[in-house]
Structures are given as C-alpha cells and as structure tokens.
C-alpha cells in the first residue's frame, strides 16, 4: 500500500475488520483532505491510493475501508467534490455487483453520501446510478435492498429538484452529429440540451430495462417512470413509446402492487396525453381566432401567422407520415423545432402561453404498439389497450383511421370475450371506429392504376351517381383508410367461432358497402365467394346479415351482377343440398324482402330454365313454389299473379311457367295461384301420360292441403260461382282423381261435395283443347281485336310444358339404364373372382381380398347414389324418383 499518503496506523484503521476503528480511519481521512485542499495533485493521489489500495482489493476489509474512505474524502470535499466525481464514482458502482453482500452495502452507503455532496453533480453519472441500483432491487439480500432503497430515495430526490435546471460545468453537451442514438431520442424543447440529467441519454437505458421479468425490479423501473412523469417539464410522454411496450406487460406481473403501479401509472400518461390534446386544440382556435380578418391590428396578425403549424397540425403531420421509425423521427425533430420556436416566441410575450403547450405525443407509434395487445390472453392488458385506443379514436382520428384495418383484426373477436368489462370496452371500439370511418371523406381514385376497381363499368358509375350524403368525395388526396385490407381482415373474421364476431364483421361490410360500393365491390378480392359460403353459417343471424349485405350489393349493382350473384346461389344450392333443405327458405325469403322479388324469381326461372340438371331443376322450383305461395314477402307476387288482365301479371306469369315445368305440380300450383283454370284442367290431362310417382302424389297432397289455407280463399270462393268458373271445378275434380284414397283426398272430397250439395255442378263444361271460352271470361286474356294474337298463348305453354317433361322422362331412362348396366357388371365381377378363388386353391389370400375389396366398392357405389339421391329431397319433398327408377315412400 502507497505510504506517501497514509501513515501505517491510518492504514491499519482502514483494513481493520471492526468497523468503528475503520470508521475513525474515515474521520482522519476526511481531516487529511480538508488540510490539502488546496492542493488538487494530493487529493487526486489520496482518492488514486483509496481506490487502487483498498477498493480494489482481494482483501475485504480493504474495500469495506476504501469505501467508506471516498465517502469521507467527498464529506471533506463539500461541493468541491465535482471536479473528483469521474475518479471517485466509477469505482464504487462497480462494488455494487461485487460478491460480497457487505462490499455491496457499504457502496450503497458510501453513494449515498456522496450524492448528498455532490446534489445535481450526480446526475451525470445517472445512467451507471441508476442502472446498479436497477440490480440491487432484485438482491437476495434484505441489508442490500434496504441500502439500495435509501439511496434511490435520495437520487429522487435529486432528480425531482435539479434534473430540469442544473447545468453541471464539468457536462460535456451533447453532440447530435457524434450521437446517433441520442439524436434521434429529442428532449422537450423548453429544456437546454446541456443539463446534467439528459432524457434522450436516459431513455435507451430505460427502453432496455423495462422487459425486465423481476417482480422488485419492475415495481422499481415502475417508480422511477412515475417521478420522471411528474416532473413537468421533462415531458415524459414524448418519449412514452419507447418504452410503453415493456411498461404494459408488466400488467400480468404476479405481484399485486407491481399491476397497481402500473395501471395507476398508464392511466396518468394517458391522461397527460388526453390533456395534451385538448391544449392542441386550444391553441389551434386560438390562433385560428388570432389570425382572423377582425384582428385587431395588421402586426398583431402577422404575428399571429407565424406559428400556424400547431400542435394538431404537428402531430397530423407527423402520423400521416409516421409508418416507419425513421420517418417518425425525422417528423417528430421537425415538429419539436417548430413547437420549439412557438415555444420560444411566447417565453418573450409574443402570445399566449397555454399548459402544456409543445408537448409532441407520437400517436402513431404508441398505436403500433398497441395493436398487438389488444389480443392479449392476459385480461389486465388487453382492456389497457382497448381504453387506449378507444381514448385515441376521440382525440387521434386521423392516425387511427390508418390502423382502422389491424384495429379490427383484433377488437371484433373481443367482442365476445368472456369478461364483461372486456366485452364492453371492445363494443364501444368497434362502435367508435365505425362512426369514425364513416366520418372520414371518401377519396376516388380515378387514375389507371387505382388499387380499388369495381366488378363493372356500370357499376362504377351508378356508384358515383347515387345522392349520399355521408360524406365528400375529394378527387386529389390520398385516401387514408385502406378499404382492401380492412375487407380482407373482416373476412377473415367469417372464420371465428364466436357469433358475435361474425355478425359484427358483416355489420362492418354493410357499413362500408354503403358508405363507398365502388371501394367495396371488387372483382377479384374474394368477399363475394366468402359471402355465398357465409349462407351455411349455423347462426340465422349471421345468414341474415349475410343476405342483407348481398341484397345490398345487388341493389347497387348492374343486371349482370345480379344474374351473377343469383347463378352463384343457385349452385350453391346445387352442391349444398343441406343448405337448401334447412336454410333454402330463409334465403329466398330474406332476398325477398331486402330486394324486388320479382325481379329475384324472374331472374332465378329464367336460369333454372336451362339448367341441364333437371333433378335441382325440379327440387329448386318445388322449393321456389312453396315460398311463393306460403310466404307473406311475396303477397305483392301473388296479387300480380292473380291478375292476369294487366300485361305485367301475363309477363310474370310466363316467365314463372317455362321454369315452373321442371316440377308438374308446381307448374298446377302456379295456374291455381294465377286462375288459369282452363290451362290448369289441360295440364292434367298430361299428367295422365306422365309416370306418377309417389313424390308428385306427396306433392299433390300439399298442394290440396295449400289449398285450405288463407292463400286460396278466393278460390274457395270461387267455388260459389260455378258460370264464372267452370274450369276450376273440372281441375279440382282432376286433382282428386289422382289422388289415392287418403287423408287429402277426403278433404278435397269434402270441399267439392259441400259444394255439389247446393247443386251448382250443373253447369260444368264440356272438355275443350283450347281456351277460348274460358278466355272470354276474362277480358286480358282474349284478344282486342280479330288481327291480334292472344296476350297469353297457352297452347305453346302446354307444348312447353310436354317437351320439358318429356326430357325428364328421357333422363330418368338413362339413369336407369346406366344403373342397371353398372349393376350387372358389378355382380359378373363379383362372380368371376368368387370362381377363381374357389377353382385355385392354391392361391394366397390376396384374391380373397381382391374380390371382398371390389364387392365394398360396387355396394358403396350403389350406396352413395341412393343416398344422392334421396338426399336431394328438399324441405317440401324432393324427387323420389333414383337415376329413372321409382323409390316408394310412405306419405
């Protein structure tokens, strides 16, 4: 050990292992500074020999006396002690992660003391302070931490009084050109960049420090943000996005104070953020209101111009900008120099000061980050970020509008969270995004390479020529909501298991559709195939929605598309025969009342009308004839349909009919409905050389049972007035005598015998092959004059009806043949392969199984098209005729 600077007793009091004669020791030391403070060299070589002899000592008595040496040297020192700090401090935090549990103590305490010299001159070394005493709150130890505690109290302290003034003399200022990191992290603007203690010299420090796991470490970090963000003039929330990430998932810390602090902590941020954007507000009316035309005087108001670039535009600014870092940067250094101008201006009287005023809150970063916890699996931290972006919605609109598409990815699956108040905060995002997107301009893109095209031209240009009102159509400025990629995520939202989220996301498609179809109907985006699917959801409320959005988007769309959409559904129907049994009415019915129904049945027959599937064919017009007899959307149909004498009911009817031939007895149902009785008796006449299968009888029972209900009370009625209609008696009559002897037969006995008791049947008509008596009755449908045809020319409608039944019969003894020509080939396979395994009885087992292999196939194929064809049956009753064959069923 250096003995020019300690005598022997003095050092043997230093390294002695009883504290109270180290601690004199300390006492002769502090006597032998002050007597040499007047010479800079003795008190360098006196701190050189404490740190090199004792601190750094294999000997631990040594460095618990080195330690509290410099703790006296900076005693002795007083506020001298400055120009000593870069030799003394080094040396002692790196004691704090020494092994020995003692070393780590007596540093804290010797820190202590001097900070409490040295006051503001500690904060250069804030960093290194901080950072050990970030360690020492996760010590083992319980001497440790309480030493680690008192310190931080005190650098507090410090921190809170000096850290916004203290300009330290030995601080070299910080160089932007030298410093990249640094550069880029800007502090306020009303702070000098030369101050002891330096936020973007800190804030790395921080960023990296906070995804520490450590409960004491976290409470610690948790503490130290909630002073710095009480200190006004550091303006901490400029910097809140690098580290706002770390400071949430401390949320799901398993101590109880750790979630306490920090909630309590994010909530203040968030209200400094909120307050920061109603002073933005301010200002900017208040330099609205300045520079306005009754200022008081020309020089005020130029005054006044020179700061338009407010906080609002400021922050616009930066978020329209801001999808990189870098860009953000760079944005926000510009912001920070113009507000630090303002800032500037109104420290010398040139206008008015508001609270808070050039406080840069970077929202779209703070948004970036948030997006990803709003899926959180921990409660705590997803509802923070809900009520945060919920909170920017109202004060952020413009930078949440861009994120409007990964905002939804994530809240519409909330929105059946199994936490109330989850659930809530998520309804009232969702709900406040879409009163914002339809708050936002629609911007149309009429350039060659606009990324949103419509399906056709057409419909392009009835987009744009329809009154809305929702919004301006601007022609220049980028459109800030992107519409494709929020149809793609509410897509993906088709997919989620829980109800609540697929109605939502069609509620969504139903307010974007409305408020920009031209943005929404894109040909090739998916959305339309991923609707038609969305028709077999297992929730009715979501099919509903479904058909209101595809209604909508017809009704906005051309013919073209329509056909389109009703082609698609059609075969839809076709391959989904499940879907048309369980869901098929609903559908119709639900078009129906969303859109013209005429305009869906005419456009649907005149399809079905060349299906070269005869069997949907049929199964479809069944199910079709039903819902326009039973369904009360239709009531409009029917009237037109029952008169007949005005040229629209005659077009409708014929348009129904071709199609309607697919099925025999709704094409009988469809005459009934229109009192074409004539053509109706003719009908059956042709229906004596049909093949009467036990399905048409089934169909015909339901037809007699339609028949007693409220839809054909006018034709019950009619039944009073056999002169008037002759027709319908020999029809009903006709209908009975195809009926077998069963329940529907007696009630339509009974209904034409109530009648014949009165005796009206006396005027029954003799068989005609035309219409032309009938056709008198009813005056629309005769001819106006001799050199007119007929208005409805029921004779080709009946060769119609022949030839369209004739190629069903055609096809039924196709399907019959073939089957039965499989079937045989089958049975001789089966028998020669039971005759080789039984003439070779030297064979292995191979045949056997060749032979039971191919026997499962030929029975799994028969299977499979019974169960085809049975299963093609709709609701009402399907074809129970299999492949041209017959296929009993009970009735």
Same mark, same amino acid.
């Given at each position: 050990m250096d003995g020019r600077h300690f005598s022997q007793t003095l050092i043997r009091g230093l390294?002695?292992?009883?504290?109270?004669?180290?601690?004199?020791?300390?006492?002769?030391?502090?006597?032998l500074v002050r007597d040499n403070e007047s010479e800079p060299e003795r008190i360098t070589g006196i701190i050189d020999a404490l740190v090199q002899d004792f601190v750094y000592s294999n000997n631990a008595n040594a460095r618990y006396g080195g330690l509290i040496g410099l703790a006296a040297t900076a005693i002795a020192l007083g506020p001298s002690v400055a120009g000593y700090l870069d030799i003394i401090v080094p040396p002692i935090l790196s004691c704090f992660s020494n092994q020995d549990q003692k070393v780590r103590y007596y540093a804290c305490e010797s820190m202590y003391n001097i900070a409490k010299v040295a006051k503001g001159e500690v904060l250069r070394f804030f960093n290194s302070v901080f950072d050990a005493l970030c360690k020492l709150s996760a010590d083992s130890e319980q001497t440790v931490k309480s030493g680690a505690e008192l310190l931080d109290r005190l650098?507090?302290?410090?921190?809170?009084?000096?850290?916004?003034?203290?300009?330290?003399?030995?601080?070299?200022?910080?160089?932007?050109?030298?410093?990249?990191?640094?550069?880029?992290?800007?502090?306020?603007?009303?702070?000098?960049?030369?101050?002891?203690?330096?936020?973007?010299?800190?804030?790395?420090?921080?960023?990296?420090?906070?995804?520490?796991?450590?409960?004491?470490?976290?409470?610690?970090?948790?503490?130290?943000?909630?002073?710095?963000?009480?200190?006004?003039?550091?303006?901490?929330?400029?910097?809140?996005?690098?580290f706002l990430d770390g400071l949430i998932q401390c949320l799901n810390d398993p101590s109880g104070d750790v979630r306490t602090s920090t909630k309590s902590l994010l909530a203040g941020f968030l209200q400094d953020i909120r307050q920061a954007a109603t002073t933005a507000a301010e200002v900017k009316r208040y330099m609205r209101e300045s520079s306005s035309p009754s200022s008081p005087s020309p020089s005020s108001s130029k005054e006044?111009?020179?700061?338009?670039?407010?906080?609002?535009?400021?922050?616009?600014?930066?978020?329209?900008?801001?999808?990189?870092?870098?860009?953000?940067?760079?944005?926000?250094a510009a912001a920070a120099e113009v507000a630090g101008v303002f800032m500037e201006s109104d420290g010398h009287g040139k206008g008015t000061y508001f609270p808070g005023q050039g406080i840069v809150v970077q929202y779209a970063r703070i948004v970036e980050i948030l997006i990803p916890h709003l899926s959180s699996p921990e409660q705590d931290i997803q509802r923070t970020a809900l009520e945060w972006i919920n909170e920017f919605t109202i004060i952020a609109k413009d930078i949440?509008?861009?994120?409007?598409?990964?905002?939804?990815? @994530?809240?519409?699956?909330?929105?059946?969270?199994?936490?109330?108040?989850?659930?809530?905060? @998520?309804?009232?995002?969702?709900?406040?995004?879409?009163?914002?997107?339809?708050?936002?301009p629609v911007t149309v893109c009429l350039s060659p390479n606009a990324t949103a095209?419509?399906?056709?031209?057409?419909?392009?240009?009835?987009?744009?020529?329809?009154?809305?009102?929702?919004?301006?159509?601007?022609?220049?400025?980028?459109?800030?909501?992107?519409?494709?990629?929020?149809?793609?995520?509410?897509?993906?939202?088709?997919?989620?298991?829980?109800?609540?989220?697929?109605?939502?996301?069609?509620?969504?498609?139903?307010?974007?559709?409305?408020?920009?179809?031209?943005?929404?109907?894109?040909?090739?985006?998916?959305?339309?195939?991923?609707?038609?699917?969305?028709?077999?959801?297992p929730s009715e409320e979501v099919v509903c929605r479904d058909l209101q959005l595809l209604a909508q988007i017809s009704s906005y769309s051309d013919h073209e598309y329509f056909r389109h959409f009703m082609t698609n559904l059609l075969l839809l129907f076709s391959t989904d025969r499940r879907l048309l049994e369980t869901r098929g009415s609903l559908i119709i019915r639900q078009l129906c009342l969303s859109l013209d129904p005429d305009r869906i049945y005419c456009t649907i027959a005149d399809i079905l009308e060349m299906d070269e599937d005869l069997e949907f064919a049929s199964i479809m017009v069944q199910n079709l004839n039903i819902i326009l007899i039973t369904a009360t959307e239709l009531s409009d149909v029917r009237k037109r349909l029952r008169n007949l004498d005005h040229k629209d009911g005659q077009q409708l009817?014929?348009?129904?009919?071709?199609?309607?031939?697919?099925?025999?007895?709704?094409?009988?149902?469809?005459?009934?409905?229109?009192?074409?009785?004539?053509?109706?008796?003719?009908?059956?006449?042709?229906?004596?050389?049909?093949?009467?299968?036990?399905?048409?009888?089934?169909?015909?029972?339901?037809?007699?049972?339609?028949?007693?209900?409220?839809?054909?009370?006018?034709?019950?009625?009619?039944?009073?007035?056999?002169?008037?209609?002759?027709?319908?008696?020999?029809?009903?009559?006709?209908?009975?005598?195809?009926?077998?002897?069963?329940? @529907?037969?007696?009630?339509?006995?009974?209904?034409?015998?109530?009648?014949s008791s009165l005796g009206f049947l006396n005027v029954m008509p003799k068989s005609t092959s035309t219409g032309t008596e009938s056709a008198l009755k009813r005056p629309s449908l005769k001819t106006a004059n001799k050199n007119e045809e007929p208005a409805i020319k029921f004779q080709e409608l009946l060769q119609h009806f022949k030839s369209v039944q004739t190629r069903h019969e055609r096809q039924r003894r196709q399907s019959l043949q073939n089957l039965t020509k499989f079937s045989a080939s089958v049975r001789g396979r089966r028998s020669r392969l039971n005759y080789d395994v039984s003439g070779s009885n030297g064979q292995n087992s191979m045949g056997q199984e060749e032979s039971s292999k191919v026997g499962r196939v030929a029975m799994t194929t028969l299977n499979d098209r019974s169960s085809k064809a049975s299963g093609s049956r709709g609701s009402t009753g399907g074809s129970s005729r299999i492949m041209g064959g017959r296929k009993t069923r009970k009735a």
């Open positions: 390294t002695d292992k009883i504290y109270d004669r180290r601690k004199a020791a300390a006492l002769d030391i502090e006597k650098i507090k302290d410090v921190v809170s009084e000096l850290s916004t003034t203290y300009v330290s003399p030995y601080q070299q200022p910080l160089n932007p050109l030298e410093d990249t990191e640094q550069q880029e992290l800007l502090a306020p603007a009303s702070l000098p960049r030369n101050t002891a203690f330096s936020l973007p010299r800190f804030i790395p420090l921080l960023r990296q420090r906070i995804y520490v796991q450590n409960s004491n470490a976290r409470q610690y970090l948790v503490s130290w943000i909630a002073v710095l963000d009480s200190i006004p003039d550091l303006e901490l929330v400029s910097f809140l996005p690098e006044n111009e020179s700061p338009t670039l407010d906080q609002t535009d400021i922050d616009v600014t930066l978020s329209s900008t801001t999808t990189a870092t870098t860009t953000a940067t760079a944005t926000t949440i509008i861009q994120f409007t598409p990964e905002i939804i990815k @994530a809240v519409l699956p909330s929105l059946a969270h199994h936490v109330p108040v989850i659930k809530e905060f @998520a309804t009232a995002t969702n709900q406040s995004l879409q009163k914002l997107v339809m708050e936002a095209t419509s399906t056709s031209d057409s419909l392009i240009s009835s987009s744009l020529s329809t009154n809305n009102p929702l919004s301006p159509i601007q022609q220049s400025a980028p459109d800030p909501f992107d519409y494709q990629a929020t149809l793609t995520n509410l897509r993906l939202q088709f997919l989620n298991e829980h109800e609540n989220t697929r109605v939502a996301s069609l509620e969504w498609l139903l307010m974007l559709h409305k408020k920009a179809p031209h943005k929404i109907l894109v040909s090739d985006d998916g959305t339309f195939p991923a609707l038609l699917k969305t028709l077999s959801d009817f014929v348009a129904l009919y071709k199609s309607w031939c697919h099925n025999t007895v709704a094409t009988l149902s469809l005459c009934l409905l229109a009192q074409a009785y004539e053509h109706a008796a003719n009908m059956l006449q042709v229906f004596a050389d049909l093949e009467i299968t036990v399905n048409m009888l089934i169909q015909i029972d339901k037809l007699v049972q339609l028949l007693e209900s409220p839809v054909f009370t006018y034709l019950r009625m009619q039944l009073l007035e056999p002169e008037r209609y002759p027709y319908l008696f020999k029809c009903l009559y006709g209908i009975l005598m195809l009926l077998p002897q069963s329940s @529907a037969f007696s009630t339509l006995r009974n209904r034409l015998s109530s009648v």
